[in-house]
């Protein structure tokens, strides 16, 4: 399902910017955009702008999913487990948000890519 987006990112990766900072460019893209629609709640367009950021976000957090349960993943067993529950964690918020819409609680997946992005960034 995510096999060409995989394959276009790997690609990108590999010719622009370090891996490290390509996941953080794409996770703060993915927290502004959960962020654009919680400061615009009451916009018309709100619902399919929420639903777009939710999917993005989604997406990515497959996406690192699919990378970390690899057995030749290269990070330490326990940061990848660590890594995996929190991206369960951010699942199951996203899946909260779509069924019961409340901009509160797009803070702490905002939080979580925001963090783990300057993480990265720091780590490069």
Known sequence: MYG???????????????GRELEAMVLTKAALQLQQC????????????????VRYNQTIWSLFQGELAKS??????KLREDILSLSLFIDKRLFEVLTT??????????????????GLRSAS
């Open 4 to 18: 060409s987006q995989l394959e276009a990112y790997r690609t990108t990766q590999k010719t622009t910017v370090s």
């Open 38 to 53: 919680q400061n615009n709640w009451d916009a018309e367009d709100r619902d399919d702008r929420l639903s777009e950021a």
């Open 101 to 118: 819409p409340s901009p509160e609680k797009l803070n702490v997946v905002i939080n979580i890519n925001l963090n783990i992005a300057a």
């Open 72 to 77: 030749d993943n290269l990070l330490p067993k």
